[in-house]
């Protein structure tokens, strides 16, 4: 990748081969261990940086953090091997990921390392992969907070595959959890409430379950786009899309408080639905597909759970089996900030709390009156059109 011997960093007992990813802390090389020939990923953090004070020093603390705190190898956490300095930089030896491909890395120039972020970009990925990937994302992440740590940047990019296996990556922010841990990561996979803690990680996996379930970027969530039928017709995506919902509620007292809740959660066996009765029309409800986003009330609420204010105003999700029906609260037809209609699935956010009439409008089905709904405790409807 660099032709340049001169521009190649120089570290101990390995040959650099090429840059083979950046960040803003730092970029990883894949090298060559001069006495075994084994292939390894080596990161370079300069110890020094114009208009920047001791950039390597995060990362030597977080790594420090990381060998006091978790004692043992996870295997979905990646392994540090190494950890050195040379005059210029701070840099450590980790495995390589796997090639994109699914071949074991290699010196060849068309090695592309496995990551998550490289796998969606070809798409959502198949329940089971889904549920494969997320349960070991999870494990990773809930090792880490059994020790007292948070990641602060869970994101697609820092899962790799390494001998098959998902791996979380990138310690560099690592840090112990408190209320005061600072804001740092990447800004898209950070709740609006502000705190880096654990449930801030549970945020961030959430999102990035999101990803995997529908292949579209973040920014989208919760809309479920092509993906909307194939994860309520799936009842592992319908599993795995509660559980985001749950994940990924703006308030951090109503996300779940760590990774191991929430993989505590996912393991748990799903409690069977009893069936709502209609009249005439409406059938059992179908399992949730667009989720819950709660509302924030006035503002972000820095304060502790038993001081939360109940909120006057809050995000509520409308699912409807068939979907593309257009949504009426106490006859108002709803509308986006854009002029254009509402249809299902949706989440309509800043409604008033307090008991509401909903009705649904299909251009292939009769208008359905859902009834009346209190907004303050309910805050997903879902329905059906009988067949």
């Given at each position: 990748?660099?032709?340049?011997?001169?521009?190649?960093?120089?570290?101990?007992?390995?040959?650099?081969?090429?840059?083979?990813?950046?960040?803003?802390?730092?970029?990883?090389?894949?090298?060559?261990?001069?006495?075994?020939?084994?292939?390894?990923?080596?990161?370079?953090?300069?110890?020094?940086?114009?208009?920047?004070?001791?950039?390597?020093?995060?990362?030597?603390?977080?790594?420090?953090?990381?060998?006091?705190?978790?004692?043992?190898?996870?295997?979905?956490?990646?392994?540090?091997?190494?950890?050195?300095?040379?005059?210029?930089?701070?840099?450590?030896?980790?495995d390589p990921a796997d090639d994109a491909s699914g071949a074991p890395a290699s010196a060849d120039p068309s090695y592309r390392p496995a990551t998550l972020a490289e796998r969606l970009e070809s798409g959502p990925m198949p329940p089971d992969e889904c549920r494969w990937c997320a349960e070991q994302l999870l494990t990773g992440l809930a090792h880490l907070h059994a020790a007292g740590m948070v990641h602060r940047d869970v994101k697609p990019a820092n899962c790799l595959f390494v001998d098959g296996q998902l791996k979380l990556a990138d310690f560099g922010l690592l840090a112990e959890s408190t209320p005061l841990v600072s804001r740092v990561g990447t800004e898209k996979?950070?709740?609006?409430?502000?705190?880096?803690?654990?449930?801030?990680?549970?945020?961030?996996?959430?999102?990035?379950?999101?990803?995997?379930?529908?292949?579209?970027?973040?920014?989208?969530f919760p809309r479920l786009g092509e993906q909307a039928r194939a994860i309520a017709d799936d009842p592992i995506l319908q599993r795995l899309n509660h559980l985001v919902l749950r994940a990924c509620q703006p308030k951090a007292s109503d996300r779940y408080d760590d990774a191991r809740a929430m993989l505590a959660a996912w393991r748990k066996p799903p409690k069977r639905r009893a069936a709502p009765i209609h009249r005439r029309a409406l059938v059992a409800s179908i399992a949730a597909v667009c989720g819950v986003v709660m509302a924030v009330a006035a503002g972000i609420w820095w304060g502790g759970p038993e001081s939360a204010p109940a909120p006057d105003r809050v995000d509520v999700s409308f699912i409807t089996e068939p979907f593309e029906a257009t949504v009426f609260i106490d006859g108002e037809l709803q509308k986006r900030p854009d002029g254009t209609d509402y249809t299902t699935p949706c989440t309509i956010k800043d409604l008033p709390t307090g008991v509401h009439r909903v009705r649904f409008e299909h251009p292939d089905r009769p208008a359905l009156n859902a009834g009346e709904f209190d907004f303050g405790e309910t805050r997903e409807i879902e329905i059906s059109w009988g067949r």
């Open positions: 990748m660099n032709d340049d011997a001169q521009a190649v960093p120089r570290v101990p007992d390995f040959d650099l081969l090429r840059a083979i990813g950046r960040g803003g802390f730092g970029e990883v090389w894949l090298a060559r261990n001069q006495a075994t020939g084994q292939l390894r990923a080596v990161k370079l953090i300069a110890l020094s940086r114009p208009g920047t004070t001791d950039p390597a020093g995060r990362e030597i603390a977080s790594i420090t953090r990381l060998e006091e705190n978790v004692k043992t190898n996870h295997p979905n956490l990646l392994a540090i091997h190494h950890v050195g300095k040379t005059q210029d930089y701070l840099f450590y030896v980790s996979y950070m709740p609006p409430d502000g705190r880096m803690d654990t449930r801030a990680d549970v945020y961030a996996a959430g999102l990035v379950i999101y990803e995997m379930m529908t292949g579209r970027p973040v920014e989208n």
